[in-house]
């Protein structure tokens, strides 16, 4: 099992080298050439150079990415093209400020997802089933972006219970920030809470019907006991791996939702960057975005070798 | 008259059917059916599938898989109507006086949990014993039933041991609260021959030391007719015959009775060897890619045409592998094969078009050997059109030809294989093989899928065919009464290896090697007190060592 | 066949209505797509029905053109997706081997990093023109599509009606064309539905976030952020373009669920 765990964690390292190249390749595959794509077509001649220069752009690409790669694993991840800022010292803030929103995020939809795909599969088929059902669906067809106007206009617009625009600065005490990001958060919540329900419902379903729930019924077990000694072990499992692959999914709903919401996080400075075409940015985002997306994947899949009896019992 | 064990009056029961492409509909499951068991009294439920067995079996938990439901008649347990009480009534029965032994104890374990628990977990849930006496008597059990360890082996989790040794553990579990009743639902089913031997003889042991009533679920006659007392017949829900043991086995009074019982009563006149065989297997070692061990050893067989091989061996003996190797599938390492006087080449590739046309395979799931979005004509049509060129008419007149030799007629032609029932969909298979006009015809286990009486349908038909287009049969199975049913010569197979093989005459007499011994006793017989015999023979021969 | 249910009734009527509304746009649309016709966000009348946008532009006949730029790029998307994924999918599944080996640890490098991310890391150098979003956007779905065709095609591939072919001696045409492809059609066109949705969400998505279709032309997603200031204001503009995006989206998935109902019902033959 060791090895298994071990194996997990030497691929996740591989896809995360994969995916920084993949990110650095992204922004090479222009035919042209980036600093004139980034300057427009009437840049002059000097500013293209100075550009090339600073890009780095007369190194052979590879020679580019290692020196990338290496200096960002040293924590450098060089400096902004359009204000001269480090970019590590810029993030650093934007980071903490999304990790803020994402953690109260999955504080209350985690609870709240498991809780709803048991109260599904309990009165499978019946009202409270089909009606968590149809609202989640709803949910997930929906776009975060129209999530976050309609609270916005409701609650912030309409009865002025909350403000509309999520700024926070470090003077903030917790209560005033916890005020400030509610509308993002139950707009993230209502992002993830769907698809975590969903899969949660399908997990605890599956379990429901294996053979050896029907021995423990057959025993003249209570159903709660069914449940807690026969279901939930098996159904952990599943159940962790679900919350690990929604909680992937909210690092990508976050980039819209601040922009919703005007929030200084990671998302919000992405987006801005892409824009303005401050290549370095883009691909530092990206690269700690893509590692956490694949941390977390690598996450669930080692909790799920460690919650299987197969594998923590061997022969 | 004093309370029966289990009493059941005028049962119904009904399900909604689902089927592909119609509104849902409620079907009679169970229709009418009516028994009476005594205490300590072991009954044998015997059925093709579909006859509603194990949903009576289950209903004297008042226990409806999926969306079936009792909408008719009593159910008495002890004297108490069953299905008059509530939730809390049931959950008392369930587990304490009436309990049940799945037919796939792998699946009814809890991954998650050691044996020990859960065998004692009824016992325990129903206050019947504290738990050190609930498991001393686990302890017990588990030495009754010939698990190995029995001290210990309630530790382990059930992967940790094997299927055989799950099952028993199973019958420990259900006999552990003392109940009056234990409902078996084919509990020997998925096991192999020479292990189902030893399960059935450690339940009938228990059984009669215990005392305990029973209902024993099983499609298998000769083996319900070595642990029961009476045996009531079903069919399609309804009851067909009841009657003790002795009376249903050696004068079955249904009509349906005398055919379960003269199953394989098929007498086939073993043919000599001729002059050249048709196929010939010479050293044949192969391994799967990336697998270090060899599944086929250094096989070497003979094949005569218009005559029937059958290779025998339980699942991992390597027989299917065997198939795959003659048919190319897996080409082998070492040795060749001579197929009419033919060297074939080892990969599929390098075969001619008169190669794979003579030599044709069947499988054992018809269900998956036809596709699904093909007609019979289309199924039965291709290999007319592939190998012989035919089209519109002829090719039209070959197919009523080969629908006529399979005994359905030509409205099938236009039928897709949904619509067929599962012996003519291996009917419609055989016909594909044979619009081929091979030489040989590979079958791999196909009757195992299938109910005895189509089954037997299906044997009579090779048989039939075979005399009449001469073609020869290398014929896999695991079931040894079919395989005196058709074969000419036998090769009996064991971890890769073939470690008996000759002509059907001589391989299935004495003497025997140890394997072979072992394989043909262990097969149920359609005989009262054969299980003994077998247990006694096996316990003196192993004292004579 | 069976009747049609009423919510795939509901799900077809309101597919059917966006996309007559898309083709037709030119004849039902009372302006063109940036003719200002008023002031800023007026209200509905009767010769706005949605009012005005945020520059005074009609907003009816603004989301029937912005419908057609939406559900333009998400069709082409969701067949570039396709028919490359699909392609690849059934040849890693036919071929095997180090073939089949590439092209799925390739596929699953690209899903270790998320769509939205990746397509803006692109977006960064690209320039952001209808052709490069559809190629951006398409190539990446197409990722899904191919592991759900591979999937499909390895399972039809091992099933025994394949292998009585390859023993009968049939090619490789015979075999994927007659044997696998009639067999794989219906999940992968039950999927069609889901990856058109996540076309639409997708391009609406970079398009609010204003690395989509550019103005002064725009698609559902450019609308709802040409017009998102106004929501401050309790002017609902911004949320009419939305709701289109969920109510499309909800009616595709409806039609999606009852198409693969209806044929996993048919392929159950086996009954219950």
């Not at chain 1, 824009?275 to 690598?298: E, H, S, T, W």
């Amino acid at each position: 099992m060791v090895k298994l765990v071990i194996q997990r964690v030497a691929l996740g390292l591989m896809l995360m080298v994969a995916a920084s190249i993949l990110i650095f390749a992204g922004t090479q595959i222009l035919p042209g050439d980036v600093a004139q794509s980034i300057l427009g077509q009437s840049a002059t001649p000097q500013a293209l150079a100075n550009l090339r220069a600073e890009l780095g752009l007369n190194d052979p690409a590879p020679v580019r990415y290692v020196k990338w790669l290496g200096a960002a694993l040293q924590g450098d991840l060089g400096t902004a093209l359009t204000n001269k800022q480090d970019i590590a010292k810029a993030m650093g803030q934007r980071l903490g400020n999304t990790l803020f929103l994402a953690f109260w995020a999955a504080v209350i939809s985690v609870p709240l997802a498991i809780l709803l795909g048991l109260i599904a599969v309990r009165y499978q088929g019946r009202w409270p089933d089909r009606l968590i059902s149809g609202v989640t669906l709803a949910t997930v067809s929906v776009p975060e972006f129209l999530l976050g106007y309609i609270v916005m206009f409701l609650l912030a617009v309409q009865f002025r219970v909350l403000p509309s625009v999520a700024t926070v600065y470090d003077s903030m005490s917790l209560g005033e920030k916890l005020n400030a990001i509610a509308l993002p958060v139950m707009v993230l919540v209502l992002v993830v809470l769907g698809h975590m329900m969903r899969m949660t419902r399908a997990a605890i379903l599956n379990v429901m019907q294996s053979a050896y729930i029907e021995t423990a019924e057959l025993k003249g077990l209570r159903p709660f006991t069914v449940i807690v000694r026969h279901a939930f072990p098996n159904a952990l499992a599943p159940v962790v791996n679900v919350v690990m692959l929604n909680l992937a999914y909210l690092v990508v709903g976050v980039v819209v939702v601040e922009v919703v919401f005007v929030y200084p996080g990671m998302g919000q400075y992405l987006v801005d960057h892409v824009a303005k075409r401050d290549v370095p940015v883009v691909q530092a985002c990206g690269l700690v975005f893509a590692a956490v997306y694949i941390g977390l994947n690598m996450l669930a899949d080692i909790i799920s070798i460690l919650a299987n009896p197969r594998l923590r019992h061997p022969k | 008259m004093p309370d029966a064990l289990l009493d059941i009056r005028n049962l119904r029961i009904e399900a909604t059917v689902y089927a592909p492409g119609e509104p849902p509909r409620d079907a009679l499951i169970v229709d009418d059916v009516s028994l009476r068991l005594d205490k300590g009294r072991v009954m044998g439920l015997i059925g093709e599938s579909g006859a509603g067995k194990s949903t009576i079996g289950l209903s004297a938990m008042a226990y409806g898989r999926g969306g079936v439901r009792i909408t008719g008649g009593q159910i008495f347990v002890n004297g108490r109507d069953i299905l008059a009480g509530g939730a809390g009534d049931l959950r008392a029965l369930r587990g304490a006086e009436v309990t049940y032994v799945a037919q796939s104890a792998a699946a009814a374990f809890n991954p998650a949990r050691k044996l020990m628990d859960q065998v004692t977990e009824a016992t325990l849930a129903h206050g019947l014993a504290s738990r050190a006496e609930a498991e001393a008597r686990a302890v017990a059990l588990f030495a009754r039933l010939g698990l190995p360890d029995p001290g210990s082996i309630g530790n382990r989790y059930p992967h940790q041991v094997s299927g055989g040794q799950l099952q028993g553990a199973m019958t420990a579990m259900a006999l552990c609260p003392q109940p009056d009743l234990v409902i078996f639902d084919e509990p020997t089913t998925a096991l192999d021959v020479t292990t189902q031997i030893d399960v059935l003889a450690a339940i009938k042991e228990a059984i009669r030391t215990t005392g305990v009533g029973a209902l024993y679920i099983t499609h298998d006659l000769a083996v319900v007719a070595q642990v029961s007392d009476e045996i009531m017949v079903l069919r399609h829900g309804k009851m067909v015959e009841h009657g003790d043991t002795r009376q249903i086995i050696e004068a079955p009074r249904a009509d349906y009775t005398r055919a379960l019982v003269s199953v394989r009563s098929i007498e086939h006149e073993e043919k000599r060897p001729s002059e050249t065989p048709v196929l010939r297997v010479e050293n044949v070692t192969a391994s799967y890619p990336g697998l270090p061990i060899d599944v086929l050893k250094n096989i070497t067989v003979e094949l005569h045409p218009g005559q029937t091989l059958a290779v025998v061996g339980e699942s991992g003996s390597g027989k299917s592998t065997l198939a795959r190797a003659i048919t190319g599938l897996l080409p082998p390492k070492r040795g060749q094969m001579v197929f009419a006087g033919r060297t074939l080449s080892a990969q599929m590739a390098g075969r001619t078009k008169d190669d794979l046309r003579e030599l044709q395979m069947i499988y054992q799931m018809a269900d998956v050997a036809m596709n699904p979005r093909q007609t019979v004509r289309t199924i039965i049509g291709r290999p007319l059109e592939f190998y012989f060129g035919m089209r519109g008419a002829e090719r039209d007149a070959r197919i009523a030809e080969l629908l006529d030799a399979i005994e359905m007629g030509t409205g099938f032609a236009d039928r897709y294989p949904a619509e067929l029932s599962g012996g003519q969909k291996q009917r419609v298979c055989i016909a594909r093989a044979l619009a081929a006009k091979p030489r040989l015809i590979i079958c791999d286990e196909v009757t195992s899928a299938l109910d005895p009486l189509v089954a037997d349908g299906i044997l009579k038909l090779l048989l039939d065919l075979q005399a009449r287009e001469g073609v020869a049969y290398l014929f896999i199975t695991h079931d040894l009464a079919t395989v005196r049913a058709i074969a000419d010569s036998i090769a009996v197979m064991y971890r890769g290896e073939v470690v008996r093989y000759g002509p059907k005459s001589q391989v299935l007499s004495p003497p025997f090697d140890d394997y072979t011994d072992l394989l043909l006793s262990s097969v149920p017989e359609m005989k009262l007190g054969w299980l003994e015999n077998v247990i006694d023979t096996r316990r003196m021969e192993s004292a004579g060592h | 066949m069976s009747r049609i249910p009423l919510s795939a009734l509901i799900g077809l009527f309101f597919t059917a209505l966006y996309f007559l509304g898309a083709i037709f746009a030119g004849v039902i649309a009372p302006y063109g797509m940036a003719e200002i016709v008023g002031d800023s966000w007026e209200p509905a009348s009767a010769a706005h029905w949605l009012g005005t946008d945020s520059i005074g532009r009609d907003l009816l006949s603004r989301m029937i053109w912005g419908g057609q730029v939406t559900i333009f790029i998400a069709a082409a998307g969701t067949v570039l997706s396709f028919v490359t994924g699909s392609i690849l999918g059934f040849t890693a599944a036919v071929a095997g081997g180090w073939i089949d080996q590439a092209l799925s640890r390739l596929v699953d490098l690209i899903m270790a990093v998320p769509s939205l991310i990746f397509a803006l890391v692109v977006l960064s150098v690209m320039p952001v023109t209808m052709v490069v979003l559809i190629l951006v956007m398409g190539l990446l779905d197409a990722t899904r599509v191919f592991r759900l065709a591979r999937a499909v095609a390895v399972d039809i591939t091992v099933m025994d009606y394949v292998e009585a072919a390859r023993l009968r001696g049939e090619g490789r045409g015979w075999i994927i064309f007659r044997e696998i492809l009639p067999n794989a059609l219906s999940p992968l066109v039950a999927e069609m539905g889901l990856r058109f949705i996540f076309m639409v969400l997708f391009i609406s998505t970079l398009s609010f976030l204003g690395l989509g279709v550019q103005p002064p032309l725009a698609d559902w997603g450019g609308i709802v952020k040409e017009n998102k200031e106004g929501i401050v204001y309790g002017i609902p503009a911004a949320l009419v373009p939305a709701i289109a995006i969920a109510t499309l989206a909800i009616s595709v998935n409806l039609v999606a669920d009852w198409i693969l109902n209806r044929t996993t019902s048919l392929k159950g033959g086996r009954g219950a």
